[in-house]
């Protein structure tokens, strides 16, 4: 029996797996650097990325993280230059880093896998998701000359990790899509955001690493051009996608890590345990065929921590008694 970690691999590799892989992101994935997000709060108590970006949450987006509202880091986009400063690297120990990074981590059997990109989200956060989207359009020469800047630091932290704590995988990330559609033009992508993914995809195929996108909403439109800079998996491939067209087109060339509907009923409160388990075992006879796929099913966290536990649960059984060996059951 391999290992995750080599049968995941073998999914990014265009080959069969042996067993259907499930993407294990929180346990795998290695997110930013050495500064912590959380680690500074400003005297209000809000957390502060490395960049000055004031952040909040609510219940209602189950923990995930906004700039908090009314506070603009950069309000000119021709100002970037005086406002928006790359975090330092050269005080740090990156022999502690990759140890406290790596202590709790079996890079025997599971992927390092690190993460880095997000230039039109990192705009949106600095200007506002309108003023992001105007700037784009007036202003893209300033836009590339920013994501250029911001591009060089992952650059240097990337090169670092590669170095210290020898990864398998680059995740790339940019959300650039909604679920009906994307939020930018295929040429704005091309001419504004792509050559930066693909500087860092080139880093990581030149060390014989593996490059994921991770990229929510509709992003089917881009698939192509992740495809062209070396990405051969997508997560979390939602739905409101065209599936069947695309693992028609791309077979196991771009791995769909993904395809449960993660904003549907099924994944959402209100749901039988019954109905649940069926649409997970639906959901698995649909795209593991011919491999390609990996398993994330997944319910949104509820309002009743119970019941979110439970069908988490069940979404993991699913997986273990299931999905897991579907390619001995039905061959």
């Known amino acids: 029996m391999i290992s995750e970690k080599e049968n995941f691999l073998l999914l990014l590799r265009g080959q ?12 795998w994935l290695i997110s930013g650097g050495p500064y912590k997000f959380g680690d500074t709060k400003n005297d209000e108590g809000y957390p502060v990325d490395e960049y000055g970006v004031v952040y909040t949450t609510t219940e209602e987006s189950m923990g995930g993280i906004m700039p908090l509202p009314g506070r603009v880091l ?69 836009c590339c000359a920013l994501m250029e800047y911001l591009c060089d630091y992952h650059v240097e932290l990337f090169k670092k990790q590669i170095r210290y704590l020898k990864p398998d995988i680059l995740a790339l990330s940019d959300d650039i899509s909604s679920d009906r559609s994307p939020f930018i033009s295929l040429d ?44 051969s998996g997508w997560e979390p491939a939602q739905a409101g ?18 395809g449960w509907d993660n904003t549907g009923r099924f ?8 109905e649940l388990r069926a649409a997970l075992i639906e959901y698995v006879d649909t795209f593991a065929p011919g491999g390609g796929f990996a398993y994330m099913g997944r319910v949104a966290r509820s309002f009743d921590e119970e019941d979110y536990k439970r069908k988490s649960a069940i979404c993991e059984e699913v997986y273990e008694t299931y999905a897991r060996d579907w390619y001995k059951t039905h061959s």
């Open 241 to 258: 996608n065209d599936f069947p067209t695309i693992k028609k087109k791309f077979g196991r060339k771009l791995a769909i890590m993904g």
């Open 74 to 142: 950069l309000d000119d986009i021709t100002r970037w230059r005086d406002v928006i400063r790359n975090p330092d690297l050269s005080s740090v120990d990156w022999e502690k880093y990759a140890a406290e990074t790596l202590a709790s981590r079996d890079t025997a059997n599971d992927p390092v896998i690190v993460y880095h990109g997000h230039f039109f989200i990192k705009l949106v956060n600095f200007m506002s998701f309108s003023e992001a989207l105007i700037v784009l359009l007036e202003e893209p020469e300033e």
């Open 267 to 274: 994944s959402l409160p209100g749901t039988s345990d019954e």
């Open 16 to 27: 069969m797996p042996e067993f259907i892989p499930t993407y294990r992101r929180e346990k």
């Open 188 to 231: 704005i992508y091309r001419r504004i955001i792509k050559p930066h993914h693909k500087r860092l995809a080139d880093i990581a195929l030149d060390n014989n690493m593996c490059v994921m996108m991770h990229c929510c909403g509709n992003a089917e439109p881009f698939l192509d051009d992740f495809v062209d800079i070396g990405v």
